[in-house]
């Protein structure tokens, strides 16, 4: 097998292939591929955030030495976050993996060689489906890699190595957005272009803290000449609140009940858009009985808000030529997010107010290729937004793939909840987890570090050995970054853009690509992905998956021409007038993906939150992202001395001071955070954004979801992260 896998190791992209030979522990940034001019320049996309930022990295001798904001790209227009700036400096980390490591007979994790790991992924990996059944072994992957690396891990996990069940990430971030439109439009499809920040003269951010989650957008927002109402809603007075023209500070969790009700006024005033209505969608009479029953009485006693509050943001909507609706996790992350979600959608749709500049009902994706993966991940969906129980889209992936139709499962995966569900009731042993960091960003964490001390076997493949959830891992396989491979991402607003090398990954790490063909060939199935020669050769198979879909992207020629275009959104067919239009958005004929062409108004009535406060937990405990300087669990955006400045460095709470004064909390002080699951300890930020009764921590500390509580949307799974019920008391004794 050995000589096997060395002619793989060698056969493909240069700079991979050379790390092989270099000593582990190499920090600096390598050399770069061989196919760049030493003194090159090149631009790639961004591998933080959704917005899809393109970056111009500056080569010396080279060796990438520094980068700018691309100018021309249509996204960011020469503009980047602190994140996007300092995105080199995670690669140069001393905790980088730079080798596999075997958890020892001492409970260490040492080093191994690649061969010795490879046999040891398929020994023990292959033991336990032998014994508990294909099933038995499951994947949790990421938004943060390449779609052509999704694909093919993908593909290898169900169709070569038998899986039945795999997720992502995203689950945590974008299920509910996904569900939402996939019910409501036809197929999982943002409508939207960024230039429609430009466009709206009513902006409605709703769970969206702009100027933090995503400050480009934020930036394309203020170059919005039309002078436009930003109207805000969300429980906390965020960033974007204070300098939006207006903000509903609504209780925690009445989203529902708020957007439903604000319909009904909508309706009540004759201020929709009848003849859209019966033109493209359909389900108005019930949505209207439906909506009749949320007198805005009602509403505003569940909301807090006045009842003229309620009216006035119903006339500013209809007053507005062109209002869009913005949304992210304050949304997502709820135990009734996709109702949520489509309550909104059903306000744009009731208003007209879709496929036209400026408008729409979109949804702000979080990761660099979240969108990427709801396409390409076969995870929950079969390749390109199709169905694993549809035996003609099987036959379809089949076809396009060469593959046996056997080989596809005809079940969709469990959900991530499920999965971990799986494993606490010993239907799940052995789990391969990829570029992801769980065991921080999980909800309720007590539950889950139990959870994977019951594996019989967890493989981490990360670019850092040092995550919490890699201190776990049986076997870790060590991955190159972004900015040491090559694929492609897409943003929020469906556009595809290229990611390059210019940096060698240290010591023996592989691209997540490299590493997905050395399994094939391990495991024996290497003659399935014969074709998967390299992500371009695996975009091409794309191209061919997205034939006739939504999401049909066989006018992209190949990277060259993503390069050209500054990225393609999708659709882009191959009969379609090439280079595309550069900015686009869908639905401008009013046709939805269904049969009949009409999108579907969804309603529900709303439910409780699912942990409630009382005597002993009377506080709410939202979390969410605290700076534009920290991403996520921090495992790369720790590594920049600059960032680290840039937010504090010990965990805080927000505390509105009314609750702080008479809890005899002075500023900065020291208390405890207290769920029915944890405790945590942190500084008081005593501040108005919060209000009294309600508390804010952010996620970036490793604390924080020791706290929350596992609620789950029913139709998209993706955890409610943004409600329970906490008590704060102050330490007696102050830390110094
Ligand atoms: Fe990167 Fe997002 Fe920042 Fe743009 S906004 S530079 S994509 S992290």
Redesign the pocket.
């Known amino acids: 097998m050995r000589k096997r896998l060395e002619a793989l190791l060698r056969q493909h992209d240069g700079p991979l292939t050379q790390d092989l030979v270099l000593e582990p522990g190499r920090f600096d940034l390598g050399r770069v591929p061989a196919r760049l001019a030493p003194d090159a320049t090149t631009s790639m996309?961004?591998g933080?955030?959704?917005?899809?930022?393109a970056?111009t990295v500056h080569l010396k001798n080279g060796v990438a030495v520094n980068l700018t904001?691309s100018r021309g790209y249509p996204v960011?227009r020469g503009m980047?976050?602190p994140?996007?700036w300092e995105?080199l400096v995670p690669l140069r980390a001393a905790d980088r993996a730079t080798t596999p490591l075997m958890r020892n007979a001492r409970g260490r994790l040492e080093p191994i060689d690649w061969d010795r790991a490879m046999r040891v992924f398929v020994q023990r990996l292959r033991r336990v489906q032998e014994r508990w059944g294909p099933g038995s072994v499951a994947f949790l992957s990421t938004g943060q890699i390449v779609s052509e690396e999704m694909a093919l891990l993908g593909a290898l996990a169900k169709f070569g190595m038998g899986m039945v069940h795999g997720d992502g990430n995203t689950r945590q971030c974008m299920a509910t957005a996904v569900t939402a439109y996939k019910e409501s439009f036809g197929f999982d499809a943002p409508p939207y272009s960024y230039r429609d920040l430009e466009e709206s003269d009513v902006v409605v951010l709703v769970g969206s803290n702009l100027c933090i989650a995503?400050?480009?957008l934020w930036e394309r927002l203020q170059r919005n000449r039309h002078r436009p109402e930003i109207v805000v809603i969300d429980p906390r007075k965020t960033e974007t609140a204070n300098a939006a023209t207006a903000h509903y500070a609504i209780k925690p969790k009445s989203d529902l009940v708020f957007f439903t009700g604000l319909l009904n006024v909508l309706i009540e005033k004759g201020w929709i858009d009848e003849a859209f209505l019966r033109a493209h969608t359909a389900g108005f009479a019930a949505l209207a009985a439906h909506a009749a029953q949320f007198p805005v009485e009602r509403v505003a006693e569940a909301t807090g808000l006045g009842v003229e509050q309620i009216v006035a943001l119903a006339r500013t909507i209809a007053r507005g030529r062109r209002v869009s609706f913005w949304w992210t996790m304050g949304v997502n992350q709820s135990h009734e997010g996709v109702r949520t979600a489509q309550a909104i959608i059903n306000l744009a749709l009731c208003t007209g107010n879709i496929g036209r500049p400026g408008t729409g009902a979109n949804s702000i994706t979080g990761q660099?290729n979240a969108m990427g993966s709801r396409l390409w991940s076969n995870t929950t969906n079969l390749f390109g937004g199709r169905s694993f129980t549809d035996e003609r889209d099987r036959a379809d992936v089949a076809r396009i793939l060469d593959i046996p139709v056997d080989k596809i499962p005809a079940q969709p995966s469990l959900a991530y909840d499920q999965i971990l569900e799986g494993i606490l009731a010993r239907k799940i042993r052995a789990l391969w987890i990829i570029g992801t960091n769980p065991a921080h960003s999980w909800i309720n964490q007590a539950d889950f570090h139990d959870i994977l001390g019951r594996l019989d076997f967890l493989v981490v493949q990360d670019m850092y050995s040092s995550t919490e959830t890699a201190q776990h891992a049986h076997l870790v396989l060590p991955a190159a970054a972004w900015g040491e491979k090559e694929g492609t991402f897409i943003n929020s607003e469906r556009r595809v853009g290229v990611v390059r090398p210019v940096a060698r990954a240290p010591g023996q790490a592989l691209s997540d690509f490299r590493i997905f063909q050395l399994v094939a060939e391990s495991w024996g199935c290497g003659a399935m992905f014969a074709r998967w020669r390299s992500p371009e050769a695996v975009f091409a198979m794309l191209r061919e998956l997205s034939r006739g879909r939504p999401c049909d992207i066989t006018g992209i020629a190949d990277y060259a021409m993503l390069d050209e275009c500054g990225g393609v959104q999708w659709p882009h067919r191959d009969d379609a007038p090439s280079p595309p239009e550069s900015e686009r958005r869908l639905f401008a004929d009013g046709r939805f993906f269904f049969a009949d062409g009409k999108a579907r108004l969804i309603f529900e009535a709303p439910r409780p939150p699912p942990e409630a406060t009382d005597a002993r937990y009377p506080f709410l405990l939202s979390s969410g992202r605290g700076s534009?300087s920290q991403?996520h669990t921090q495992t790369r955006t720790s590594k920049s001395p600059v960032l680290r400045r840039l937010h504090p460095q010990q965990i805080y709470v927000e505390i509105n001071p009314a609750d702080a004064r008479r809890l005899g909390i002075a500023p900065n002080d020291w208390v405890r955070v207290v769920s029915r699951r944890a405790a945590l300890q942190a500084r008081a930020f005593v501040t108005h954004a919060i209000a009294a009764g309600q508390v804010f921590v952010p996620m970036h500390y490793a604390e924080t979801n020791r706290l929350t509580f596992p609620a789950f949307d029913p139709y998209s799974r993706q955890p409610a992260y943004k409600a329970c019920a906490v008590a704060i008391e102050k330490l007696a004794t102050q830390p110094t």
């Not at 933080?48 to 930022?53: D, I, K, L, V």
């Open positions: 996309v961004c933080y955030c959704s917005t899809g930022c970056l904001p960011n980047a976050c994140k996007g995105a995503h400050p480009i660099c534009s991403w």
